[in-house]
């Protein structure tokens, strides 16, 4: 009798279906531990795919312009830059030297600007570039190795011997060298080689050539406008036909923009 009393008193206190509300945070945290031993399981924020890298775009074309590498621009801040002057602006998306992806600069008379980190004189040789053009063709090149007829390069077998001068000074907006030899000095012909590598050859040194090579002409949309080369030999003055310099030896112009501090003539002597 006794025994049954205390089953049905369990059943009034605990009617079968009640529900227990919880009348504070811990007894909910009891609660729930009651169902999830192991605890609440949490559903782990989705991992966001990892970011690929980016791989810089590759080909096996030969790049078919002119390329200018300048050692230091003022855009740069010292550091190298890659003019294209053949082309126009926005026709170049991407250009790498040796890896290193170049930023885009401020165009020069309309060509497109490239420009590196470091000093161009830091970079190995020959320089490697990817070049990817706005319609999406990707070309490569490299240093030394001619694209066209009229590409600049460094001569090796056309001349013996070679001499590097320091810039003198700065001159009607151009950087200027003093040579101490006249141009006969140097033999009937000598290429002069500026540290942007732009380059200009001389077919008679004895004579005044000025911006067009062969011509010798001044002529303001040539590609080395502001190039001078005077012999130091005849009388001095300031007309095409004066040779005279009053050191009585070249006297030579970097074009017009150029920031070499250096040159380099090429040539084979008398």
Known sequence: MFRLALVLALLWAVPSGAVTIPQSLNECNALCAQYFPGGVPVTPPATP???PPVTPP???????HP???????????????ILFRTLQAGSITYVSVNG???RLGASYKGAPVFLLTKSGDQYARPLSFVIKMADGVTYTAKSGVASTPT????PTTEYKYKK?????????????????????????QAKVVFASGKSF????TSKNCRDQEKLCSRN?????????????LGPNGTGDSNTGTSHHGVYIHEPFGGTSKELTIYYNGK
């Not at 003022?74 to 830059?81: D, I, K, R």
């Not at 303001?220 to 130091?232: E, I, P, Q, T």
Request: negative net charge; without cysteine.
């Open 151 to 154: 590409d600049p390069t460094t």
């Open 100 to 102: 290193e992806v170049a």
């Open 201 to 204: 050859t001389v077919y008679d």
């Open 58 to 64: 590759s080909g096996n074309k030969t790049f078919p």
């Open 164 to 188: 590097t001068y320091d810039r003198f000074n700065v001159a009607n907006d151009r950087n200027a060298w003093r040579i101490p030899e006249s141009g006969p000095w140097f033999g009937k």
């Open 49 to 51: 795919p990892a970011t």
């Open 220 to 232: 303001s949309k040539a590609d080395m406008y502001g190039f001078v080369w005077k012999s130091g």
């Open 67 to 81: 390329i200018t590498f300048e050692r230091e621009t003022t855009q740069g801040n010292g550091a190298a830059g």
